[in-house]
């Protein structure tokens, strides 16, 4: 049989809080689209997070030739956090609520016919190699993360949506920060950019290795997931109307032009604050202080250069 339709071995984990609501019938669907291209393909489903990370972990230890993971951006985390810095590839179907990951590396985010399609092109090709993030707290926990960590007034909007049941979708987000708009206030932050130090007050601060939170929010337009750098976003003190004004602009990446946002790109950020939490793809990470660099080519995945 020739290399390029040699069949893959691979295992599909799939959100264990999808068995209602639009992805409900995903996983079932990608499930049958591989076995029906030929691939050995071992279903992963539990409970709950904790026991699917066990199964997950031990798939991965068996060297497949890909885990594929089915849900949001949670689940990419999940699936980043296990095969960041191995030789495993991870596939994505995206059936979530922002799907970032999915959006920064060309993957049909709204579509999961199309990402599907996407998957079983890309398991008959090399895999794309991109960098990845690792976060270190202050107990020496490491995180890893493949598009972006919130570490202001995003993960405090974060906190708030994930809370959320309604509405579902993008606009959950929206409608959270509109919620904590209403006590809006500054944070002191400590701030080490490759080695300078420096001490800001700002209402917002991300670090992104891909582009965008929040459902298509580009908080870090220009970032790229293979240059060897991390976009560091600073909002620095500012009011709530005006606030406001930038929020619709950040849609668009066009929030960069105001004189109060500032982008670094650096190899390594520390952040430290009092009472804020960061989140890694929308996953809580834990309080701050965290220190975070990029790992570059860390993190294999199936996807496209481009559409």
């Given at each position: 049989m020739p290399e390029a339709t040699k069949p893959k071995r691979v295992f599909v984990a799939i959100n264990p809080t999808a068995s209602f609501g639009k992805g409900s019938k995903v996983g079932p669907a990608v499930l049958k689209a591989l076995t029906d291209a030929g691939h050995d393909?071992?279903?992963?489903?539990?409970?709950?997070?904790?026991?699917?990370?066990?199964?997950?972990k031990k798939a991965v230890a068996s060297k497949p030739d890909a885990l594929i993971v089915v849900g949001?951006?949670?689940?990419?985390?999940?699936?980043?956090?296990?095969?960041?810095?191995?030789?495993?590839?991870?596939?994505?179907?995206?059936?979530?609520?922002?799907?970032?990951?999915?959006?920064?590396?060309?993957?049909?985010?709204?579509?999961?016919?199309?990402?599907?399609?996407?998957?079983?092109?890309?398991?008959?090709?090399?895999?794309?190699?991109?960098?990845?993030?690792?976060?270190?707290?202050?107990?020496?926990?490491?995180?890893?993360?493949?598009?972006?960590?919130?570490?202001?007034f995003d993960a405090v909007v974060n906190e708030r949506a994930n809370r959320m049941t309604w509405p579902k979708g993008p606009m959950r987000y929206n409608i959270a920060l509109l919620y904590e708009l209403i006590g809006l206030k500054p944070i002191t932050y400590t701030l080490e950019l490759d080695g300078v130090k420096s001490t800001t007050q700002a209402v917002m601060i991300s670090v992104g290795n891909g582009v965008s939170l929040g459902g298509g929010m580009l908080v870090t337009p220009d970032a790229l997931v293979d240059d060897g750098l991390l976009d560091v976003l600073v909002v620095e003190q500012m009011g709530r109307v005006a606030f406001l004004r930038i929020f619709p602009r950040v849609f668009k990446g066009e929030h960069l032009t105001d004189r109060r946002v500032t982008v670094y790109k650096v190899k390594k950020v520390s952040i430290a604050a009092s009472g804020v939490a960061a989140y890694a793809d929308g996953e809580r990470v834990g309080p701050l202080p965290v220190d975070i660099e990029v790992v570059p080519g860390a993190l294999k995945v199936l996807a496209p250069t481009k559409r």
């Open positions: 393909v071992t279903r992963l489903e539990e409970p709950s997070y904790a026991e699917l990370i066990v199964s997950a949001g951006d949670g689940m990419v985390n999940l699936g980043t956090n296990l095969v960041a810095g191995t030789d495993v590839p991870l596939g994505l179907v995206p059936s979530g609520t922002g799907n970032d990951t999915a959006r920064v590396l060309n993957i049909p985010f709204n579509d999961a016919p199309g990402a599907i399609r996407v998957l079983l092109e890309q398991l008959q090709k090399p895999a794309r190699t991109i960098d990845a993030g690792r976060i270190r707290q202050s107990d020496g926990a490491t995180t890893w993360f493949a598009c972006m960590v919130s570490a202001g």
